[in-house]
């Protein structure tokens, strides 16, 4: 499908290990996102990706929390010693970024189980 | 933070309209009002977006109030499939980046 991808779609780990998701936007879209949703709240933002422009992290809750965008599509959210409060699913959008009417389109998530 | 409130939950009989409310008192004038909904266990689904008119789309109709501090988004005709937490966006242009600010939503249920 031409949709937002995400891997893995589940991820049980250990306590204090680290954990790689991975997210391939619609192609051509220039604006990638991360959220976080823990189970039963809204959505949490937490990093967005623009183009080549620097990333904005301001919702990156704490410096074990990392993403990188790889020649402006594939993103990976690198989370280090996890702890069992990210248990989450993580939510990747992305969209074409116009300055009017703009819609972001999500992925089915990866739902991260910390043990 | 999010821009909106909306009620928490709300039910529907199936076959009528459901209409769901959202305040946004704070919007800006050029800050664009969407509407999600997102069905258990898998991510969020775009409905519908508008700025001043009112839109309609396949899906649902938005209609906005003239002064933007409210808006309803109005499925015609409820089904059990339109069962969902239904969240009301206003996305914010900061420097660079569209922000969507998503709130904790509606949870809507259609009753048969």
């Given amino acids: ?115 | 933070d999010a821009k909106t409130t909306q009620p928490t939950s709300m039910d529907c009989a199936e076959g009528r309209a459901a209409n769901l409310p959202c305040n946004h008192s704070t919007i800006s004038g050029n800050e664009y009002v969407y509407w999600y909904r997102q069905i258990h266990s898998q991510g969020p689904q775009y409905i519908i977006h508008g700025l001043k008119n009112n839109e309609t789309n396949e899906m649902a109709s938005l209609i906005i109030t003239e002064d933007r501090k409210s808006s309803t988004l109005i499925l015609p005709h409820a089904t059990l499939r339109d069962t969902a937490v239904y969240y009301c966006i206003v996305r914010v242009r900061i420097s660079i980046a569209n922000q969507f600010y998503f709130g904790t939503g509606t949870s809507l249920t259609v009753i048969p």
């Fill in chain 1, 1 to 115: 499908g031409a949709g937002v991808s995400q891997s893995p779609s589940n991820k049980v780990t250990e306590k204090g290990k680290d954990v790689e998701l991975r997210c391939d936007p619609i192609s051509g879209h220039t604006a990638l996102y991360w959220y976080r949703q823990s189970l039963g709240q809204g959505l949490e933002f937490l990093i967005y990706f623009q183009g080549n422009s620097a990333p904005d992290k301001s919702g990156l809750p704490s410096d074990r929390f990392s993403a990188e965008r790889t020649g402006g599509s594939v993103s990976t959210l690198t989370i280090q010693r996890t702890q069992q409060e990210d248990s989450a699913v993580y939510l990747c959008a992305s969209s074409l970024d116009r300055n009017s009417g703009n819609t972001i389109y999500f992925g089915e998530g990866s739902w991260l189980t910390v043990v």
